[in-house]
Structures are given as C-alpha cells and as structure tokens.
C-alpha cells in the first residue's frame, strides 16, 4: 500500500507539473529539481559515439528485504530496447525523428512501471500532442501514465495499474526528437537508459506483490536486459582541417606545407628517439604541429591521426578531376 501511495503521489506531482503551456514545436523544462540533482547525463558527451547501457547505476532496493539478487538466477529473456536509427544527412537535418522504446520477453506481470531516460542534448523534444514528452506506447495501455522533462537531456517516464498486467511484445513509448539543422554525416546523437533513484521512487518494472519472480525479472532488466539506441548520421564524418598554431600547421612537422604521411614518419621518428632518450632535435614550432591530437604528448597516435587526415584528404575527388 506504501509503495502504490507513493505512485499515486508521483503521478499527481507529474499530472500537475505537465499541465503548465509549451511554445509551439518545444517542450517546456519542468522544475523537477529533485529528479535531476546530482545526475550526469552519460549520452551528453557529444563525441559521436554509442553509450552502451551501463548496469553499474543499478542498486538494489533497500526496502526489498532479501538478500542480494543473483540476474543469473533469472531463466526468462527479458529485453527492453530503443531503437537505433541511420539517416542520410540531407534527409535528417531538422527532421522530427520517432524513436520506440520496445519490450519482449517480459515473462512477470508487472503494475508498477518507471523509467529515466537521458539523451544528446544536440536533439530538441518535440511534444506529443498533449504537450508531453513521451507518448505512451500499447504495452502500457490500460495503465494510468505521465511524463514529464527534468532538464534538457533527461525525461522521466512513469505506468501504473491497479492490477498485475501481463505485458507482451511491445512498445512502451516513442519520443520525437527533432534533429539538428546542421547535422553532417557521421554525427551520432546517443539515446538511453540510466537507473535513477530520485527520492520518491526509484525505477521499477515489478508487479504489486514484489514476489521473488517479479524481483528477479526486474534485477535483471536493469543489469543484462537493457539496450540502448541513438540517432546517427550516416556517412564518415570530415575531419577537421589542420590548425594554424604559432605559424606552424599541425600535422606539418617537416614545414613544407602539406599533411602527409612523410609527417607522420617523421613523429614516429621523434616518438622513437624520445623513447631512448635520444635527442630528437625537433623546434618548438614542430613539436607542436607533431601534436596532431592535442593530448599534449607527441606519440604514434599522432601520427595515426595524421595517417588518418592523410587519407581522408587524398581519397577527396573535386568536380573535374
């Protein structure tokens, strides 16, 4: 009763939080201080990468009364994903893009569902036509549901039902996010799951007994059954034209005015020398534009890196040629 108490009090938190107005095309950010302290957004890091699911966040609820759950226990599969999406550059720029967040395998009833989910913050919201963030999908249907945005990068997603519902092969909810205008091929805008604890109630996918099955069928969920997704442009990405640093050109260590792979040659060269202590003769201007990635060392993944432009650039074919 405690905990369906304290669901019922969320729900009317998120029901009268969600009722202010939204501008047109924009979701509004909700004051749910609460919710956001202290949480790092883990697919805000906009290195164009994917963020696999980390189950290290996951902390067994203190009040379950039993002692540490075994996921290996569990003998059903279990499986909640986002989708992941490819789009032609030309295509995706500004596009209103839906992303499902789906479930198969869920063997447990279950009454009780919440959910945190963090994304790119180089994608906007586009709210549904309610004005919320997320839209419920046909797996919760029957449940009383809400949404809400804690801050940019991060949603909050709760279901509940006054009975244990089976739910099958599905779709919980779907997001649209809106890509950015300026999206270029290779861009990678990561979108996921993360287990949060926000003080009223922590994320949970478990019928209302929690008895021993529906225990282990969420303990697995968030540690082997979640996956992650992303929108990504396709496309390799361009690499960036060599910086002017001092009047040197990084990645130009011989100074002739090309990034080639006589450069790169010539890092490991130096790379080589430092290694044993040899002097390497290179001025400061070279040592500089040695440092191709800027990490403040001058080792073999610079000249990797330059390798890398190298190629990039040669493989370019202008109109004419």
Same mark, same amino acid.
């Given at each position: 009763?405690?905990?369906?108490?304290?669901?019922?009090?969320?729900?009317?938190?998120?029901?009268?939080?969600?009722?202010?107005?939204? #501008?047109?095309?924009?979701?509004?950010?909700?004051?749910?201080?609460?919710?956001?302290?202290?949480?790092?957004?883990?697919?805000?890091?906009?290195?164009?990468?994917?963020?696999?699911?980390?189950?290290?966040?996951?902390?067994?609820?203190?009040?379950?009364?039993?002692?540490?759950?075994?996921?290996?226990?569990?003998?059903?599969?279990?499986?909640?994903?986002?989708?992941?999406?490819?789009?032609?550059?030309?295509?995706?720029?500004?596009?209103?893009?839906?992303?499902?967040?789906?479930?198969?395998?869920?063997?447990?009833?279950?009454?009780?569902?919440?959910?945190?989910i963090f994304y790119?913050?180089?994608?906007?919201?586009?709210?549904?036509?309610?004005?919320?963030?997320?839209?419920?999908?046909?797996?919760?249907?029957?449940?009383?549901?809400?949404?809400?945005?804690?801050?940019?990068?991060?949603?909050?997603?709760?279901?509940?039902?006054?009975?244990?519902?089976?739910?099958?092969?599905?779709?919980?909810?779907?997001?649209?996010?809106?890509?950015?205008?300026?999206?270029?091929?290779?861009?990678?805008?990561?979108?996921g799951m993360v287990?949060?604890?926000?003080?009223?109630?922590?994320?949970?996918?478990? #019928?209302?007994?929690?008895?021993?099955?529906?225990?282990?069928?969420?303990?697995?969920?968030?540690?082997?059954?979640?996956? #992650?997704?992303?929108?990504?442009?396709?496309?390799?990405?361009?690499?960036?034209?060599?910086?002017?640093?001092?009047?040197?050109?990084?990645?130009?260590?011989? #100074?002739?005015?090309?990034?080639?792979?006589?450069?790169?040659?010539?890092?490991?060269?130096?790379?080589?020398?430092?290694?044993?202590?040899?002097?390497?003769?290179?001025?400061?201007?070279?040592?500089?534009?040695?440092?191709?990635?800027?990490?403040?060392?001058?080792?073999?993944?610079?000249?990797?890196?330059?390798?890398?432009?190298?190629?990039?650039?040669?493989?370019?074919?202008?109109?004419?040629?």
């Amino acid at each position: 009763m405690r905990r369906k108490a304290l669901f019922a009090a969320a729900g009317a938190v998120l029901a009268l939080t969600v009722s202010c107005p939204t #501008n047109a095309g924009e979701a509004s950010v909700l004051p749910f201080s609460a919710y956001a302290a202290g949480v790092e957004n883990p697919m805000d890091k906009q290195d164009d990468k994917e963020v696999p699911y980390d189950a290290s966040y996951w902390i067994q609820p203190s009040d379950w009364n039993t002692p540490t759950i075994d996921p290996r226990d569990y003998e059903g599969g279990i499986m909640m994903f986002f989708d992941k999406i490819g789009l032609e550059p030309e295509y995706g720029r500004g596009k209103v893009q839906r992303i499902y967040f789906s479930v198969t395998g869920a063997e447990e009833k279950v009454s009780y569902v919440k959910f945190h989910i963090f994304y790119d913050t180089r994608l906007r919201i586009s709210p549904n036509s309610a004005g919320l963030p997320i839209t419920p999908g046909r797996g919760v249907s029957g449940f009383t549901t809400g949404s809400a945005i804690i801050e940019e990068g991060q949603l909050a997603f709760y279901a509940y039902s006054d009975d244990d519902t089976e739910i099958p092969h599905s779709c919980i909810f779907t997001i649209d996010f809106i890509v950015p205008e300026n999206a270029e091929a290779g861009d990678f805008y990561p979108i996921g799951m993360v287990y949060q604890d926000d003080g009223i109630v922590a994320d949970t996918f478990i #019928n209302k007994t929690h008895d021993e099955a529906g225990k282990l069928q969420m303990t697995y969920l968030f540690t082997k059954g979640m996956h #992650n997704g992303y929108i990504k442009m396709l496309g390799e990405k361009k690499t960036a034209p060599p910086a002017e640093q001092d009047g040197c050109i990084s990645g130009d260590v011989n #100074n002739d005015g090309e990034v080639n792979a006589v450069d790169a040659s010539e890092v490991l060269t130096y790379y080589a020398k430092t290694s044993t202590n040899t002097d390497s003769s290179f001025t400061e201007a070279q040592k500089k534009a040695a440092d191709h990635n800027e990490d403040g060392e001058i080792n073999a993944a610079d000249a990797s890196s330059i390798l890398a432009y190298y190629a990039s650039n040669s493989t370019t074919v202008t109109a004419g040629d």
